[in-house]
């Protein structure tokens, strides 16, 4: 489906105006599309076929509870890295059992918790997380089911910030160290040593690097395997990009086929494992954008600028990986004169911007969508300039819904105190 489309001249997201909805909730905005975020996960989880698998969505990319609900009813897993992201997926309805704990720095309290509620695995980055989960654990007089997340060094060629399987990078346990690691686990008790897992980046734009990365983590089950060690999870991450501009992704059923044959060469050895994938930019990417209006044109020497009331405190992608979405006018059939701006938004940093040397037709007052915005857009916005957050709306056919009320400046200043007279 193509969730975001125009008719007469105006963008629609699914059946609804964004210019109706633009009058009714105000700008800015996040707008989703349920159908979309719906068809996608489904892509992934129908390309499994008879597998035993699981699709886990990383939580991180869009964790508004509307979006972990939709997901939730369909069945979806979800791949977590916070108590927070926790309680969301509870909240929204997601079984404890289909979550998988990731993250480099899980406290002592968020160990608890998971076991208390019983999540489904431990994706565990280092040796010290280990142990100190163990006796989490074993203090609970609970066993807590592990996988080990190894970082299988292959490069996925995407931005550096978002490159997390190589050698140099904060994630997971040199794939060299994790059979000795294996092998000692196994003498702790409160420990269940379910899988393997791995996640090398995201936005990646070619297959290549998962099956790379496959061939690796399964080189190690296998070793495990002969030293008696039997892994029935396989976890192989996220990272699948989605098109910005020109970038040409594969499609996620083309991935997890791709990844299954892999696997199927590889040998009957591996065939019973259950199989989990954690997909998150890939899943709510293109299923949303950031509605935002034109508040002034202001013409320069160098630079023309268009100043929009969404900013980089909505939408830091642009400004913390200079990253590039598409912008258009909702309304494409205004009469306006074409000039090349930077779109920028009101914060007092050089770095708000949410596009630069942009091609638009567009005067003061005009709505503008930054497309491709569902994914790690609201999850990373803040009040930066004691800007309230923006609304979130899910489109749902010709409904939509607030699933996220704008933010007013009370709800900034009510945590906050002054000190005694
Ligand atoms: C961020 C992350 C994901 C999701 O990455 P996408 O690029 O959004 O698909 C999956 N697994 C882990 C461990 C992550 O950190």
Redesign the pocket.
């Known amino acids: 489906m193509e969730p975001f489309y125009y008719k007469d001249g105006i963008l629609f997201a699914e059946e609804v105006s964004l210019t109706d909805l633009a009058m009714q909730v105000g700008t800015p905005c996040y707008v989703y599309s349920r159908g979309a975020i719906e068809e996608a996960w489904r892509s992934y989880d129908e390309a499994f076929g008879g597998r035993d698998h699981l699709v886990?969505f990383?939580v991180?990319?869009n964790s508004n509870v509307a979006v972990l609900n939709i997901l939730a009813r369909m069945g979806s897993g979800f791949?977590i890295?916070s108590m927070g992201e926790l309680e969301r997926v509870l909240r929204a309805g997601g079984k404890a059992e289909n979550i998988v704990f990731?993250?480099v720095g899980k406290t002592e309290a968020e160990m608890r918790r998971a076991l208390e509620v019983g999540i489904g695995c431990f994706?565990v980055e280092s040796e010290q997380e280990l142990y100190r989960l163990a006796d989490v654990a074993a203090d609970m007089g609970m066993v807590a089911p592990v996988s080990l997340?190894v970082n299988p060094d292959v490069d996925p060629k995407t931005h550096p910030y978002?490159s997390?399987g190589l050698k140099a990078s904060k994630?997971g346990i040199p794939i060299d160290h994790a059979g000795a690691i294996y092998e000692h686990a196994r003498s702790l008790g409160s420990i269940e040593l379910r899988g393997i897992?791995s996640?090398i980046?995201?936005?990646?734009t070619s297959i290549d690097p998962f099956i790379d990365a496959l061939e690796r983590v399964l080189a190690l089950v296998g070793e495990l395997s002969d030293a008696g060690i039997e892994l029935k999870w396989l976890d192989l991450?996220?990272?699948?990009?989605v098109r910005y501009y020109d970038e040409q992704p594969p499609e996620p059923s083309r991935l997890v086929v791709s990844l299954m044959d892999r696997l199927q060469e590889m040998g009957s050895r591996y065939q019973r494992m259950r199989v989990i994938i954690?997909?998150?930019?890939?899943?709510v990417?293109n299923a949303g954008v950031l509605l935002t209006r034109a508040e002034y044109i202001k013409p320069g020497e160098i630079k023309s600028f268009v100043v929009v009331d969404a900013a980089m405190n909505d939408l830091m992608r642009p400004a913390l990986y200079d990253a590039w979405q598409d912008i258009v006018p909702v309304n494409k059939d205004l009469e306006r004169e074409t000039g090349v701006y930077d779109v920028v938004g009101p914060v007092c940093e050089s770095g708000d911007f949410l596009g630069h040397d942009r091609e638009l037709s567009v005067a003061s007052g005009d709505l503008l969508a930054v497309m491709s915005a569902g994914?790690?857009g609201a999850v990373m916005s803040s009040n930066y300039n004691t800007r309230p957050r923006a609304a979130e709306i899910m489109v749902d056919g010709n409904q939509f819904h607030i699933i996220r009320r704008r933010e007013t400046v009370d709800d900034l200043l009510a945590p906050e105190s002054v000190l005694p007279a």
């Open positions: 886990c990383a991180k990319a791949d890295v990731s993250g994706n997340r978002i997390t994630f897992a996640h980046g995201s936005q990646l991450g996220g990272g699948l990009g954690e997909p998150g930019r890939s899943i990417g994914a790690y």
